[in-house]
């Protein structure tokens, strides 16, 4: 075996057509050729293989040869994190700006319910470091709770509670007021499995009314980002998430004044999200 090979999910991932989970996903249904041949799952390939991928031919390219861009999402609630709905409704891909040959991954993901933080590359590998359960990265929500909030709950919580998928916990929690049965915290989790914060509340009886990300990593949801609006990181951001990864400095490229334009339109085109009105009766006449 060659010690130039790499994993071909990892090459594709790389390439920028998506995770690594959706490019395992893609092999495995036949999706991917390598050389004429159709691949299968633990396939390695070397650069100068030719790849089809939906028969649409695959530009490899060394780990130094993609550009990492980062953007920052403020995700509404009632949106989906996933490219496609069948249903027809929005998913946070709709919003983002346009890229030419290459697509944003989504690092982690947030349920239609929960709005907030989510960041999106075009390095696959980053994503994939930053998302693998090893790396440990902290995310930090804000949630309301409704019920009445003991510190035996907290402190089960910290300590540990067996759910249906294995044990979790939360690695911090604190108190930010509220009015009535309402009370907001701040916690933090090392971990993005489905569900898993609202489902700690409810391992202590309690019912989580509002749930939002506000921080992966060493990453803050900035408050110039509205509902249904993103921004891009800057150089320091991109190269903090890299060192929190493990991966090497890599320059963040300068929009090419086409991409610059159509960024500045894609946010011009896609409002935030605003309150839902009811609609207008018609009036007789």
Same mark, same amino acid.
């Not at 920028?16 to 893609?26: K, N, P, Q, T």
């Not at 100068?48 to 953007?71: H, K, M, N, Q, Y």
């Not at 509340?201 to 992966?216: A, C």
């Not at 150089?235 to 060192?243: G, H, I, P, S």
């Given at each position: 075996?060659?010690?130039?090979?790499?994993?071909?999910?990892?090459?594709?991932?790389?390439?920028?057509?998506?995770?690594?989970?959706?490019?395992?996903?893609?092999?495995?249904?036949?999706?991917?050729?390598?050389?004429?041949?159709?691949?299968?799952?633990? @396939?390695?390939?070397?650069?100068? $293989?030719?790849? +089809?991928?939906?028969?649409?031919?695959?530009?490899?390219?060394?780990?130094?040869?993609?550009?990492?861009?980062?953007?920052?999402?403020?995700?509404?609630?009632?949106?989906?994190? &996933?490219?496609? $709905?069948?249903?027809?409704?929005?998913?946070?891909?709709?919003?983002?700006?346009?890229?030419?040959?290459?697509?944003?991954?989504?690092?982690?993901? +947030?349920?239609?319910?929960?709005?907030?933080?989510?960041?999106?590359?075009?390095?696959?590998?980053?994503?994939?470091?930053?998302?693998?359960?090893?790396?440990?990265?902290?995310?930090?929500?804000?949630?309301?709770?409704?019920?009445?909030?003991?510190?035996?709950?907290?402190?089960?919580?910290?300590?540990?509670?067996?759910? @249906?998928?294995?044990?979790?916990?939360?690695?911090?929690?604190?108190?930010?007021?509220?009015?009535?049965? !309402?009370?907001?915290?701040?916690?933090?989790?090392?971990?993005?499995?489905?569900?898993?914060?609202?489902?700690?509340?409810?391992?202590?009886?309690? &019912?989580?009314?509002?749930?939002?990300?506000?921080?992966?990593?060493?990453?803050?949801? @900035?408050?110039?980002?509205?509902?249904?609006?993103?921004?891009?990181?800057?150089? @320091?951001?991109?190269?903090?998430?890299?060192?929190?990864?493990?991966?090497?400095?890599?320059?963040?490229?300068?929009?090419?004044?086409?991409?610059? !334009?159509?960024?500045?339109?894609?946010?011009?085109?896609?409002?935030?999200?605003?309150?839902?009105?009811?609609?207008? &009766?018609?009036?007789?006449?």
């Amino acid at each position: 075996m060659s010690t130039t090979s790499e994993k071909l999910q990892k090459v594709l991932a790389r390439a920028g057509l998506g995770s690594r989970r959706e490019m395992e996903a893609a092999i495995a249904d036949g999706r991917v050729k390598v050389n004429g041949q159709v691949a299968t799952l633990g @396939d390695r390939i070397e650069m100068r $293989d030719r790849v +089809l991928f939906d028969s649409r031919p695959v530009t490899l390219r060394g780990a130094e040869e993609v550009p990492r861009r980062v953007i920052m999402y403020n995700k509404p609630e009632g949106e989906l994190c &996933t490219r496609k $709905d069948p249903e027809g409704r929005r998913t946070v891909f709709d919003r983002l700006p346009r890229l030419k040959g290459e697509r944003w991954i989504a690092i982690g993901r +947030l349920d239609i319910n929960t709005s907030g933080l989510l960041l999106f590359t075009t390095d696959g590998e980053l994503a994939n470091r930053l998302m693998h359960p090893s790396t440990q990265v902290e995310r930090e929500y804000a949630v309301r709770v409704m019920g009445q909030v003991t510190r035996q709950n907290v402190v089960a919580m910290v300590e540990g509670v067996m759910l @249906d998928d294995g044990p979790a916990s939360f690695t911090d929690v604190q108190e930010f007021g509220g009015e009535g049965i !309402n009370t907001w915290f701040h916690v933090v989790i090392q971990e993005g499995r489905n569900r898993e914060v609202r489902r700690l509340w409810e391992s202590q009886g309690l &019912t989580v009314s509002r749930l939002k990300r506000v921080r992966y990593g060493n990453i803050f949801l @900035d408050k110039r980002a509205k509902a249904g609006e993103w921004l891009e990181l800057t150089q @320091d951001e991109v190269d903090d998430l890299a060192e929190l990864a493990g991966l090497a400095s890599r320059k963040v490229p300068d929009l090419t004044p086409d991409e610059k !334009n159509r960024w500045n339109r894609d946010k011009h085109k896609r409002k935030p999200v605003q309150a839902m009105r009811k609609p207008k &009766t018609r009036t007789r006449h």
